[in-house]
């Protein structure tokens, strides 16, 4: 589970969290969607907790800061070569 | 930019929506939003409060409806101005008859009305299905077959932010806009809206298990989330961008622009589409006019006629009253609402069924006139303007009271001669404290002994106050109620306070309009079979509809029947209306308080004050209905009356202007007439004025108002300041307590006309009393009070009683086959179209009666004419036995060996077995048991050596004991009340009849705490008391314990036993 103090937002939207000790950026958010319900199973204890369990969800794709590169990848027409090459030029 | 939500179920989607529409409207309000819709599902119940609470709060109301559709979809249809809402109103009641979801060939059928209707295709639709798995061509097609039906129809996107890609997830929504975007269909954005907030969820997650009657679970809960609530701008314009994104739009404006763009269209006017403060009466022509003018003057000939039969001449007072009533009636354009409920009287007078008017209605001479009321309203000071006033555009509101047994006679007549003009009202059943624990107990799975016992226990109090009721419920200790599931049952069944559950038929509301009652209001047929609007009565006058309360009276049935009882017996055909009413002998009864029977003054605490009072008159009997109310009696209005009746303290009346209107009531003020009087008086103004300032003494501002009037009105007219404050005070203190006049003097009749029944009939009067049991006390003791007057009680006759009770003799009551316990109308039919029976023999043969029936009559004596006193009971049952046994093997016989030797002709012999008969006890028990009353003794009876030894006093000689002496009093527990009482504590009133009358006892909080148990445990009961003189006939007893009769009963056998 994530502790608040460990994700970094933007807007209300996360976009940088901290996951076992290395910190992660979102490139794409999947989807993002709202759960909750269930309370009957959780109120034990009598306390009648009107939206206990609701939770906002968000399903990202994310990678290590710095683990993502840019390269360029080229092909020669006439001969059918392929080049790779890491760049740091802006797109 | 403001949001206008499009799809808005309320708590009238029954156990669906979790918030009633004015918190709806309010949060609307409160969200600075401009219009909304309701959309209830399948039902148009809470239209008329939700336009009400918007015309409140400066909301434009859009109404729709979300009706089911074949295959377990739903569309949501809106009604446009114009010829919308009673396009709408038609579809709602059509698709009522219709007996299945909607379909395309109800929407054929019904184009006429729903071509004036907006459909939305939201996330249930069939639109939706299609496009979930991905048959776009099927969506169209769809779309397309309803395209000529509707007036426009749009694709409705709704995310309630749901995880995956079905519907109400973004994704969803997303793909019902592309489609849209791909056709070029309009699209909306909605929320789908159920509950008010996001806390609300359990509420429908209850209400969700509730409706399956299941508990909950997740499959069993609609929702995956708590999203679909009425969010505010933001939150929507938020939600249309994340869908119009996910669509691939740049941005939400189309998709927000379509939807403000068609609430526009959508928006109807409260009054001329809805009809608020509208009112609709039957046409001249059902009444058989041609024209208004024309009903005017039929009013006019017909209240002239009315004159003749009610008064003989006419007098000037008689006829300046009417002319005054007459203008005003026709200033109001009431005619026909007169004239129409004359007609309903009429019919039910010409089928022999009696009527009443009660309310305000006894006020005005034209209702007497015209045989509504039979309350003369002159004599009694009675005022038109407190029931019908220029001043006020309302419908006065006329009910009539009828014979209970004959009710729905008269609601057929109305429906047969009324039929499209008329229906049935609806009342909303709601969630009280009993329902919902049940159901809240149910859905968490508490275990169902404990909701039963919990439920039980529950007074009739709303479901907020359970908390607060169950710490006073002694008996629910042994229940864990602080634990935690309980704890959380009782906080969920508080907050479904007040949430309607589903329709009911009002027990006995109509209303009758004119010929366009089906476009103005949603009618289903109800379970009785009746037409009923899909309102409650606070609704239906809203919009104008004129509405008749039917009551069923039972005290009605049994005068009806006392008084054929009389013309069968000696007939004499007695006019009941038309008796004088200062009959001495009947206020000799009264006044003797053997009041038991009789309507509205047979109650213990009304015989105590019968006692005190001693009606003298009829305008007495009026004073004593009015002051025998919460509201009386919490303001102590009785004792200074009672006081200066019985001259032991001089009356004050503070000015002479005001002897004539306080002379009767001794100068307190107890009747709304008198108020009005006082005002108009002091006040100088017009009694219909003076009925709209006592109206607005109701509330604090109101009162501020009319202070601010009062002082300086009566001040200017002569009356010192003093004297002026004096009855301010008064007027202040008493226009809540007050009560109708005309309304009591409406029930003090009945009250006389029983009273005089019983005075000179007694057997007539108390055989109807016991046939149609319009009273609070038992049977038993109605039997006991007969006996004191005089009358005979003759047992079960297998050839003589009848269905009903009936005289003999003109003074004896035979007892009735209806209360022999298990006997079915059938079996009664079949004995009395069989008799007369010669014995127990020709009875098994030939009645076709079972045989628990047949043993019921013989243990309760209903063949002992039949045979000599040599045999007795016992014999008789052994007897019913051989003949059992020998019909069954006879008839196997039959069917097996025919043509066998078997003698058909033998019958078993009944022969003295030499068993002694059963004892008295025996008897009484099984008169009990069977008849649920003890006949042939007085339970009584069987402990009187024991009550004579204690010196117990016999109820009849309590008149004679000393005052402030201690006093033992025995019998069996009639009656136990804990009624309104001025200091707000409980007091426990018990009626015990020992067989010589009753005696009542009161029991303080300090002597409840040892006896309460004993009181409510004990069916026979021994009292020790402190009594007291209250009047020349009046006792009271201050009760100061209370033990089981039969358990003391034993004690003292045993002690005796041992000496």
């Not at chain 2, 038929?505 to 609007?533: K, Q």
């Not at chain 2, 009696?633 to 004539?660: C, Y």
């Not at chain 2, 009939?761 to 004191?788: C, N, Q, S, W």
Request: proline residues 4%; aromatic residues 8%.
């Amino acid at each position: 589970m994530f502790e608040k103090s460990e994700i970094y937002l933007a807007g209300g939207e996360p976009i940088e969290f901290v996951h076992n000790g290395q910190r992660f950026r979102i490139h794409t958010v999947l989807s993002s969607w709202r759960e909750s319900g269930g309370w009957w199973n959780r109120a034990s204890d009598g306390l009648f907790r009107p939206d206990d369990g609701s939770r906002i969800l968000w399903r990202v794709e994310a990678a290590p800061i710095g683990a993502m590169k840019t390269f360029e990848i080229e092909r020669e027409e006439g001969v059918g070569l392929w080049r790779i090459r890491p760049t740091s030029r802006p797109a | 930019m403001s949001f206008t939500h499009l799809h808005v179920a309320s708590g009238f989607s029954f156990k669906y929506g979790t918030t009633l529409p004015d918190a709806l409207v309010a949060q609307a309000r409160d969200f600075g939003m401009h219009s909304m819709a309701l959309t209830d599902r399948d039902g148009l119940s809470g239209a008329i409060r939700f336009t009400q609470s918007c015309l409140e709060n400066q909301i434009s109301p859009i109404i729709g409806i979300d009706i089911s559709y074949e295959n377990q979809t739903r569309i949501t249809l809106l009604a446009t101005p114009g010829k919308g809402w009673s396009s709408l109103v038609r579809v709602v009641t059509q698709l009522k008859n219709y007996g299945a979801p909607c379909d395309l060939n109800f929407l054929k059928q019904n184009s006429n009305y729903t071509k004036n209707l907006l459909a939305l295709h939201g996330p249930d639709s069939e639109i939706s299905r299609a496009l979930t798995s991905r048959r776009y061509d099927k969506a169209l097609l769809i779309f397309n077959s309803t395209r000529d039906l509707f007036l426009d129809q749009s694709i409705e996107c709704v995310s309630h932010l749901i995880y995956g890609d079905g519907p109400k997830s973004t994704t969803h929504a997303a793909r019902m806009l592309n489609f849209a975007r791909d056709h070029d269909l309009p699209a909306v954005l909605t929320n789908a809206v159920r509950m008010k907030s996001r806390e609300d969820a359990p509420i429908a997650d209850v209400l969700d298990a509730t409706r399956h009657l299941l508990p909950l679970h997740k499959k069993v809960v609609e929702r995956k989330n708590a999203e679909a609530f009425l969010k505010n701008s933001d939150e929507m314009v938020f939600l249309a961008e994340k869908i119009a994104a996910a669509a691939g739009e740049r941005n939400a404006k189309q998709l927000l622009k379509t939807t403000k763009d068609w609430a526009e269209r959508a928006v109807l006017s409260p009054q001329s589409d809805i009809g608020l403060g509208s009112i609709h009466l039957p046409e001249p022509h059902v009444v058989g006019a041609k024209s208004q003018l024309e009903l005017t003057a039929q009013l006019r000939s017909r209240a002239y006629a009315g004159v003749n039969w009610r008064y003989g001449d006419l007098s000037s007072e008689v006829e300046e009253r009417l002319n005054k009533e007459l203008s005003i009636i026709a200033s109001l354009g009431y005619e026909s609402y007169f004239l129409t409920v004359a007609d309903i009287t009429d019919r039910a007078r010409n089928s022999g069924i009696r009527v009443a008017a009660r309310g305000s209605g006894a006020g005005s001479l034209v209702c007497h006139l015209l045989g509504i009321s039979g309350v003369e309203p002159l004599s009694l000071g009675l005022l038109m303007e407190r029931f019908c006033s220029p001043l006020r555009k309302a419908l006065p509101d006329i009910d009539i009271d009828v014979e209970s047994a004959r009710r729905l006679e008269i609601y057929d007549q109305v429906f047969e001669s009324y039929q499209q003009r008329c229906a049935t009202v609806a009342m909303f059943d709601k969630y009280r404290a009993r329902h919902a624990i049940r159901d809240v107990g149910a859905a968490l799975s508490l275990p169902p002994m404990e909701i039963d016992l919990v439920a039980k226990s529950l007074p009739y109090i709303r479901a907020r106050n359970i908390s607060q009721a169950l710490e006073n419920l002694p008996e629910l200790k042994n229940l864990n109620l602080t634990s935690g599931n309980w704890k959380m049952a009782i906080g969920l069944a508080e907050r479904l306070d007040g949430l309607p559950r589903n329709l009911a038929m009002h027990p006995c509301a109509v209303v009758i309009s004119d010929i366009g009652l089906y476009d103005r209001a949603p009618i289903e047929t109800n379970a009785s079979n009746y037409p009923m609007v899909q309102w409650d009565k606070d609704d239906v006058e809203a919009i104008g509809l004129l509405k008749l309360d039917i009551l069923g009276v039972r005290m009605q049935s049994a005068l009806a029947y006392s008084v054929s009882e009389i013309k069968r017996t000696s007939n004499l055909s007695l006019d009941l209306d038309g008796i004088p009413l200062d009959d001495e002998k009947t206020f000799e009864l009264i006044q003797s308080t053997k009041t038991l029977g009789l309507f509205q003054i047979e109650s213990p605490g009304q015989r105590e004050l019968v006692g005190k009072f001693a009606p003298q008159s009829f305008t007495d009997l009026i004073i004593d209905i009015s002051l025998f109310r919460p509201g009386p009696v919490k303001s102590d209005m009785i004792t200074p009356f009672l006081n200066a009746r019985q001259g032991w303290k001089a009356r004050e009346i503070f000015h002479p202007d005001l002897l004539e209107i306080l002379d009767d009531t001794e100068g307190v003020v107890v009747f709304h007439e008198q108020v009005i009087e006082i005002i108009a008086k002091l006040g100088g103004v017009s009694l219909a004025e003076a009925d709209e300032k006592r109206r607005a003494l109701g509330d604090k501002e109101g009162q501020q108002e009319v202070c601010d009037w009062f002082f300086p009105a009566a001040t200017a007219r002569g009356y010192s300041l003093e004297i002026v404050t004096k009855m301010w005070e008064v007027l202040r203190a008493f226009a809540s307590f007050g009560f109708c006049k005309a309304h009591a003097a409406a029930f003090a009749l009945p009250t006389y006309q029983s009273a005089w029944l019983k005075a000179h009939y007694p057997a007539a009067f108390l055989a109807g009393v016991l046939t149609h049991d319009p009273g609070m006390y038992p049977k038993r003791l109605i039997l006991d009070e007969a006996r004191r007057f005089g009358v005979k009680i003759e047992k079960l006759d297998i050839n003589k009683s009848d269905r009903s009770y009936r005289v003999e003799n003109d003074s004896s009551i035979r007892l009735a086959l209806a209360d022999v316990s298990g006997i079915s109308d059938g079996e009664i039919d079949a004995i009395l179209s069989n008799r007369p029976f010669v014995d127990l023999a020709d009875f098994v043969h030939r009645s076709g009666v079972s045989r628990p029936t047949c043993e019921a009559l013989l243990m309760v004596g209903a063949f002992d004419a039949l045979y000599p006193d040599t045999l007795n009971h016992r014999d008789l049952l052994l007897h019913l036995n051989d003949l059992y046994k020998w019909s069954r093997t006879s008839s196997k016989a039959l069917l097996n060996l025919s043509g066998s030797q078997l003698t058909f002709g033998f019958t078993p012999e009944l022969s003295k077995t030499g068993l002694p008969d059963l004892r008295a006890y025996e008897q009484v028990r099984n008169e009990i048991e069977f008849l649920g009353m003890d006949v042939s003794h007085h339970m009584m009876e069987f402990y009187a050596e024991f009550l004579n030894q204690i010196g117990a006093v016999k109820s009849s000689d309590l008149i004679k004991q000393r005052s402030n002496s201690s006093v033992l009093v025995a019998g069996v527990k009639v009656i136990l009340q804990t009624p309104p009482i001025r200091s707000g504590k409980r007091v426990i009133f018990v009626t015990l009849d020992d067989g010589n009358g009753c005696s009542d006892a009161t029991f303080f909080e300090d002597a409840q705490r040892s006896y309460a148990e004993t009181l409510y445990n004990s069916k026979l009961l021994l009292v020790r008391g402190n009594l007291r003189r209250t009047g020349a006939r009046g006792v009271s007893i201050r009760a100061t314990g209370a033990w089981d009769l039969s358990a003391a009963y034993e004690k003292w056998r045993n002690l005796a036993l041992c000496e």
